[in-house]
């Protein structure tokens, strides 16, 4: 992965991680403001994404960010939001997070 790739990965789980917050915001306090603030996030975050698409392919892309978005916006409804999950839910994020790893680890891992 190129440096350019992995700060344009960094930007995407970024500006995700600020659409969630934002789009949680406007859950809890809607407005046209929010919403159009939440749409603008995921489109320049789905725009980088693009760009990733093209340069490291769909499969490794779309695992990379989904495992970062995963871990990632779960810490911010943790940590900001105060939202809290059961055993069995908690499991079952780290059991995503390790298979989504897995996933994309897979390729890059020596085969017998």
Avoid: C, D, H
Avoid at 28 to 38: E, I, K, Q, T, Y
Avoid at 80 to 87: A, T, Y
Wanted: hydrophobic share 60%.
């Amino acid at each position: 992965m190129s440096l350019a790739g992995l700060a344009q990965l960094g930007a995407s789980t970024i500006i995700f991680m600020l659409a969630a917050a934002a789009g949680k915001s406007w859950a809890l306090a809607p407005s046209g403001a929010r919403l159009a603030l939440v749409l603008a996030l995921y489109t320049v975050g789905n725009l980088i994404m693009l760009r990733l698409i093209r340069e490291f392919g769909m499969g490794v892309a779309l695992s990379l960010s989904g495992v970062i978005q995963l871990a990632a916006v779960n810490i911010v409804a943790f940590a900001w939001f105060g939202e809290r999950v059961n055993l069995l839910q908690g499991t079952g994020i780290v059991v995503a997070i390790a298979a989504v790893a897995l996933i994309t680890m897979g390729p890059y891992l020596p085969s017998r």
